[in-house]
Structures are given as structure tokens and as C-alpha cells.
């Protein structure tokens, strides 16, 4: 088992072609503190949310908006979500990842893009206005995805920060984008519901092991590279609990880039769908990835194909 080490925060001073959150290039693991913030907007910045879902926000890492969409948007949503389940044509994409042995649909990746009414979803007021006040800054979409869940055979997704990979394997410089779970299907604790650490995005845990070349292609299945060892996140979920998200559809998970997550398997007949959208902020645009590889696919990580989230004016979706 890797040693775990804790280290003081690094200096603010540091210059800026040191990569502060350095990960997969130490033999031991470590916990380091956050060197962002986590809401950059400030509290005289008039808010999209009541101010106390804010502050849960920023001390646990996430929060769970009931209700945001209506039951006649939610079947709007389900209703393609089931023909994309059961058109045989989109196997052949390269966006289209299926559970490990075996041929059921995982999740379709880019739906920001590839389909009309999830592009039109990623940028309805309801989402986009509260990542822009969180990350006080023009957005765009980072990654998009369907994610399945199926019963019976759903697989799980091991403990992770998704910023440690987005910074390493895509060159996401620093912790000021989020994420946005918007549940299609009820999540309950049995179903393999997203769970979470309260409190771990304000540390960072640097994992050991080296990033293998299109780590992608298994990663997205099964990860086990750029994964917390068995002391950090003991640590963690001894400070913080572990919390599952649980609700009705039409809800939205909010959670912060960094804070550390992961979900069982779902043995139940109930699947666990929902869509899933990256917000990042325009300031914090991808480089070159902190590792030694060739950056991920763009389908996975949006690096040539940029878009602002526009500002709707007021308009809402139809769907």
C-alpha cells in the first residue's frame, strides 16, 4: 500500500510553469491542499441559487437541485434517450462506450454536438446560468455524455476526482470547472447512484502509477489508473462521510471538478440513467496534457471545437 503523505500548501507564488497538482509521476501518494477557489464568484455577485445552496456548494462540493425540469421535459429526454439506446447504428461510433463484457450501451459521449436536443439542453438558463456564476466566467462545454446504467448488469465506476484526469491526461489547467448530473431515471441508493465525499475538492489527491498510452480505451470502461490509493481516501471519508445523491428525475447534481466520487454497481431491474454535462471556464481552456501522451480524443475532451454557452436571454427550453 502506498504511504500516504500529507504536504502543506504549495505557494501561491509559484511560478506558473510549475503544474501545481502534479499526479502519476511520484512513488507515493499524497493529499495536497486546493490551490483554487471553489465559488469564484463573489457574494455581492447576485446568484442564481438562494444564497445557502451556495454556500453547501462550497463547503461540501456538491448540491442536488430537486425538481429543475418538468415531468413533460424529462419524457422529452428519456423518449431519445431510449432511441439512442436502440438504434444499432450508433455502435460503430468512436463516442459510444459499452460495460465491460459485454455489449450493453455504457454511455454515448459529445451529445452536446451530435444531437439536437441535448445541445439545446446544455445550454438551457437552468444550467448555464449557475455554472457561469460559480466559475464567474463565460463557459463551455468540456465533455458531454448519456450515461446508461443499466439494470442488472451496470458496472461500477471506482473512486476518482475527475479533475485529476481532466489536468493529466487533457491538460485542464487549473480546478475551475464543474459538473452537471441531470437524473432521467429516479437514483436510488440501490441502483448505483452517484456517491460522494463531502468536503474532499479542497484536497488533492496526487495518485501514483504512470498514465499507459490511450489509456482512454480501458479507462472509460474500467479505471484504474489516476485512481486514489486505499489511505487517501480513508482519510477523506473519514472527515467527510460519503453521501449517495439520491432523487426523483428531473434533478441536477452539482458538483465540483475535484471532489472525489465514484458509484456501485447496479445488480436492481431499475436502470440509472442520466446526461451529463462539463462546464469550463473559457479562462481555463485546455494545454497540453500534464503527462506523456498524446492528448485524449476530442469527443472526449472539447479542445479544438470550442463554443461559448451563449446567454439566453431569458428564454428557456421547449422541449
Known sequence: MSELIFEPALDDL????????????????????????????????????????????NEQGFVVLDGVFSPDEVATFQQELECLRTDSKIQKFDEVVNEPNSN?????????????????????ERLADL??????DEVYIHQSRLNYKPG????????????ETWHVEDGMPRMRALSMSITLTENFDCNGSLMLIPGSHKKYVVCVGETPEKHYLASLKKQEHGVPSDACLKTLAAQGGIVSAIGKPGSVIVFDCNVMHGSNGNITPFPRSNVFFV????????????????PRPEYICSRESIHLVPRSHGEKLNA
Open 14 to 57: 509559484v511560478a506558473s510553469e510549475v503544474d501545481v497538482y502534479a499526479s502519476r509521476n511520484e512513488n507515493n501518494a499524497k493529499l495536497i491542499d486546493r490551490q483554487d477557489p471553489i465559488v469564484y464568484a463573489s457574494k455581492e455577485q447576485p446568484s442564481p441559487l438562494d444564497r445557502s445552496l451556495i454556500d453547501t456548494y
Open 104 to 124: 450493453d450501451l455504457r454511455s454515448i459521449f459529445r451529445v452536446h454536438e451530435s444531437n439536437p436536443l441535448f445541445k439545446a439542453l446544455a445550454v438551457d
Open 152 to 163: 442488472f448488469r451496470g458496472k461500477e465506476f471506482y473512486w476518482h476526482s475527475d479533475f
Open 131 to 136: 455554472a457561469r456564476y460559480l466559475l464567474d
Open 279 to 294: 462546464y469550463n471556464a473559457l479562462s481555463n481552456k485546455v494545454v497540453n496534457p500534464f503527462c506523456a501522451q498524446a
